[in-house]
Structures are given as C-alpha cells and as structure tokens.
C-alpha cells in the first residue's frame, strides 16, 4: 500500500506560478507510473501530466508548455511545476500512483489550487 501526501496549493493571481509536491511512503524507484490529476467544480477528473519510472513523461493538451512533472526518487516526491496559471486551472489537485501495470491505483488526499483573474 502506497500513501501519498499532496502540498503547494493556495490562491495566486494569473500568471503567476505554484509548485505541488507529492510525498509518497513508498520507494517511487518501484512505482511504475506516478500522475497528477485534477477535478474543477462540477467536472470530472482529469489527467494533468505523468511521469514513468524510467522518466518518461505525458502531459494534457491543456497544460503542456506551462507545466512540468518530475521525480525526485531520493525523496520520493514527485514535484509539479506550474507556470503561466490561468483561472480554469483552479481545481483540486490529486497525486496518484500506479505500482505496476495491473495493480491498484493510490490517491492523496487532494490540494487545493485557485487562480484568480
């Protein structure tokens, strides 16, 4: 079992720019893929960008060029860069893990962004 723990989230103004981090209580050397998601008010979750083991990363259409995933395996934390906010990425954010292929998925609790206009 994997616990993950989300951080960096607050209210800042377009344009400006947050770092989320995602401390997992697991080697993340031995998780296959780690993610970060978003769920605005009234939608439905959607990916943000993921990150493999081997560092291979993905990104929605969204919020590519603005935002970058990362590993930080000494510490296990995986770290989202995001840069240029815009008032539609207010949402909760959420930190997932994926150990392997056919295992089951691991959420954090959540942390709140806000952008205002």
């Known amino acids: 079992q994997v616990q993950l723990v989300e951080s960096g989230g607050g209210l800042v103004q377009a344009g400006r720019s947050l770092k989320l981090s995602c401390a997992a209580s697991?080697?993340?050397?031995?998780?296959?893929?780690m993610a970060w998601y978003r769920q605005a008010p009234g939608k439905q979750r959607e990916l943000v960008a993921s990150?493999?083991?081997?560092?291979?990363?993905d990104y929605a259409d969204a919020v590519r060029g603005r935002c970058t995933i990362s590993r930080d395996n000494a510490k296990n934390t995986v770290h989202l860069q995001m840069n240029s906010l815009k008032p539609d990425d207010t949402a909760v954010y959420y930190c997932?893990?994926?150990?392997?292929?056919?295992?089951?998925?691991?959420w954090g609790q959540g942390t709140q962004v806000t952008v205002s206009s």
């Open positions: 997932k893990a994926r150990p392997s292929l056919y295992s089951a998925d691991y």
């Open positions: 697991a080697n993340i050397l031995t998780i296959n893929t």
């Open positions: 990150i493999t083991s081997r560092g291979v990363t």
